[in-house]
């Protein structure tokens, strides 16, 4: 952090400035410096503490820089350049060399539509079953799930399948109930800052989804993934679905951030997937989309298919048919083997 | 809704739309159309339940157009004009001719801190004190609130000065705990779309100020009051505080959207208030953009104030100090004037 | 600006990155200072000119902040705090304590229709006359403008009314012609970075009216309106006209930003104006935009009149009847009266 | 078109509505409906030119939606599905399987730079060489480029090394000049919608290289592209380059828009390039976004190549080295592959 006075501060409101931040203790320098006409201050070193101190109005600062990144445990540095690889079952991990697939329903609908929609994804080479039981909406007029009977649902095809599950927890006294089922509990977009949830699942011992808000940034998005890791719960998967934009002028939902993807598998240890389905809003633009995550360097994709889209009580226009699926794994495995992976 | 089929789309097709739509037994009138090259269905009347219904990828349907709004309870025609008055007192309430001001500082931090700038906002004209307990903070390592023992000093204070509070309900198991202390009930912005919290207070009898969320558009602001309403409670009062956009080269945080406010004081009956200092995040913002809320024609003003902004543990930068709200009230009496209101 | 070096670069990378910084001969202080840890660069004056080179590259560098703001003639501490009054005519200046009042239609359509409207808005007290010969238009099927033809209309209904009057140049070579009847050329939103249309008006003796551009930062329409103050012309009036943000729910147009406003009457030395009926689009929203815009401290408006609107070959459905703007002149007096101005 | 009344709207009023459609001779169905509360009048076919007639102001109207997309002849059903192969020499096409490389520095700076940078590309397998010699600058004091001098150098480097050169034009007067030494015109983002432009190179006989605007929807790209090809010259090639959005948390430059390239490929008959460059600001975020954009289906790239960035007077943090490009290109080719195209 660096605190530049104004010219003609003096030197009181320096040693000011100075005297509070040490009252922080930080594991920090201070090194002021003195040009002909200004005065700066500069504090190198883990300065997250003193990000809400408000130096801009104390007398005689001009204004302040921020240097240190405020999220600390998610950095890849922090591991040394270990990456996370978050264990589903024995043989199955998210983050290793091994492109990961989740496809599934948006909502359970019944039992007739999830079972088939999920032998017919795992025929394809789908690797987790998505689903949810709870849904936050919009309106309160939409579909909300099925909830409760949604859950059971879910467990009967999972045992029916052998697919693991992953589904939303929508608050934290749901989790106990969720996890009975699922083998990765989801974040929603929608639910990215909600605080307490996140410190609740940070204390579960299940792998985390966490969606990124549709209107989060990426620091923030990391400081959502620190308040889970903070509580012990290091197994955390980030999912890019699309943020909103200026763009809506033909129909795409949201504006699918690649970018995000690239340059979180640069700092951050976490595996990091994609869901083109919501980013999108359409079918046909599911498939190019999944091709350019992988590229990108995603390590997995968590896709909308329904084996009857029309009748869908929700995302029915986003959702891929199973042959369409099946379209996209053979797709997928191809991009994989060109970035040095496998599905 | 209309529902646009593709050039060359059949009877059959045609029919099968209408058979759908039919299913739902709207309240609405269904009538095709068919010029020489194509086949239109409008259904005019409430649609409502057709929005997740996914037309768009039907056979033979080219787009779909909605008319009828997504919400329904929360517009002034449906209450044919009449404008919800928000009764905090007896003689306190927010949506009439009277301006409404609340102030007070971002967090409670110590008695003595909420007190001093209590009694001082009072001596100023303010009518509500804010403050909050339970903050949620963007990173975890950001003072997080007193918690309960906020909830304590805003009880004494309130005892001690007389004046009605405001403060944050973060989520649906804490809201029998603050409604003892509260007598307005905030959803934050980051918690406009948790649903099971606006459902929560939907069911409680306090008014609520509904925050928009700085990301959220209009429809969804009115969609997440309608939660509310749909549930029981129509004191609800909507607040403007800045909305996230592109413009960050100056370090304002948020533009505040003042269009929304005068738009919605034409469509919905609810109260719409402002809140000047999240919105610009900087001191020197809140006074002009304050007079320019009231001028656009709201209903009252949410500012920070903070009585040593300097020590303050959050949000320093953007709090007024005691003068200067004083110095508010007496400009926001005259512009209150000249749109022929009142403070 | 201060670059920080990374932890454990040398002396030599620190030397050559000073080195580097002395080639450019700046009016600026260098010092280094040395922590535990890390080396950090100061460098504190004018370092407009290091903005380009790549030191984020250069070995050894961690990152690199920016202090000094970008542009420096269109800062108010430039001119010491003297205010930029533009004059238009002898008895008619734009940025001192009287708001003034553009109005007119957005395209020249007919000699009629310009009289018409002109006349009612000079009764109604506007001080300038508003109206396009020439219209840059998203499509290349929309009305043009009447071009030429135009600019006679204008150069006749200046006459009959004597109104000064404002309008567009869209392209340099143009100047010459748009000057004989303009008192003020509008430079519009999608023009605002035509670099070369900025720097040819830069040398023209005519006041300008710099558009915000519909997406363009703070910082960016201050740099270009260092263009042309870099050129000579000092005598520039900013109009801010909305952003585009992702706010488009309900069919207002653009996000009328009055931060902006109040930010800018805070640190350039120019005046600034607001449009509200290209921000807003829509008819209801000009009269209470209009009276936050100069709550908010503006020193003018521009606003859209059509005696006809209907009939508009453009914007018709944002302009404002006379009897609007009449009411809309009588309304922004109160405001004026309570913000210590006068209409 | 479709424009809905208001509930109790009169036949009057909708004759009226249908009078004034009929006054445009339109290639379209009228056809009027009525329920039991309302009418809606759907106009089908070619609506284009009632855009600008503000319905939504006239007596009766409650709503207007459109379907007919505004431009027309960009669209891939125009040409019944043919895909615009744009030549640029006998042996080099932008648009059909191969995917073409454009490769050089941002700026000419000196024949050494441009020559050395140009024979580096030219080894690793680029198709053209790309440099500016007039550059549009955001600020007055940022290197304008060597204008014609630059020219120059490119004419001399192209002869060296036989490679064909995109190079940017920034205004309507210069397009001859420019014209002498370059193979493609290269409009600008920031001259995305300076028409007078567009039309100039609309009646040129070069191909257009069109960058999307930072700011601009889709929808507006396909107009200016519509401007040009409505002056006669089919040979544009889009450039996506990415968009500006709230996200800047981290240092990247814009959001990469892909699924803007993807949309694109399935409605547009013109070829779609990819600027990696500009698009993230950063050099390591070039490769992996070069891969996506292949992968989404993009036609080319345009890639910022500089042989010694830490001198670039433009861009240089952005620049990949020569050995980069090289490794980007063989990257490229398994993408390439993997899609069913080839490098």
């Not at 003609?8 to 002909?36: Q, V």
């Not at 609740?200 to 966490?210: E, S």
């Not at 890019?240 to 979180?264: H, K, M, Q, Y």
Request: overall charge positive; proline content about 5%.
């Amino acid at each position: 952090m660096i605190v530049i006075m104004r010219a003609g501060a003096t030197k009181g409101e320096e040693d000011n400035i100075i005297k509070r931040i040490r009252e922080y203790n930080l594991d920090a320098d201070i090194y002021p410096s003195h040009g002909k006409e200004r005065r700066v201050i500069g504090i190198i070193g883990n300065t997250r503490s003193l990000r809400d101190v408000p130096f801009e109005i104390m007398p005689g600062v001009e204004t302040v820089k921020t240097v240190t990144p405020p999220y600390e445990k998610v950095l890849l540095s922090f591991t040394k350049g270990k990456r996370t690889i978050v264990p589903i079952r024995d043989d199955l991990k998210v983050g290793g060399k091994k492109i990961i697939l989740m496809a599934g329903p948006c909502a359970v609908e019944t039992k007739n539509q999830l079972l088939k929609t999920a032998k017919s994804v795992k025929e394809a080479g789908a690797h987790i079953l998505r689903g949810g039981a709870f849904k936050p909406r919009t309106s309160p007029y939409s579909f909300q799930g099925l909830g409760k009977e949604g859950l059971e649902i879910i467990s009967e095809v999972k045992e029916e399948t052998g697919l693991p599950v992953v589904t939303e927890v929508k608050s934290d006294n749901m989790i106990d109930l969720v996890s009975q089922c699922a083998d990765i509990l989801q974040i929603g977009a929608r639910n990215m800052q909600n605080f307490d949830l996140l410190e609740a699942v940070g204390k579960c011992n299940k792998p985390i989804l966490l969606k990124r808000g549709m209107q989060n940034t990426i620091e923030e998005w990391l400081l959502s993934a620190e308040y889970i890791l903070q509580k012990g719960n290091w197994n955390v998967i980030l999912c890019e679905r699309g943020i909103r934009t200026f763009e809506n002028s033909v129909g795409i939902r949201n504006t699918l951030d690649l970018s995000a993807v690239a340059f979180l598998k640069q700092i951050t240890h976490l595996p990091v997937i994609v869901d083109p389905s919501h980013a999108t809003g359409k079918r046909n633009l599911v498939m190019p989309m999944s091709r350019a995550a992988i590229a990108a360097g995603a390590d997995g994709l968590l896709v909308e298919v329904h084996w009857n889209p029309e009748e869908a009580r929700s995302d029915g226009a986003q959702s891929l048919l199973p042959e369409d699926f099946n379209q996209l794994v053979r797709e997928i495995r191809e991009i994989a083997k060109a970035v040095g992976r496998e599905v």
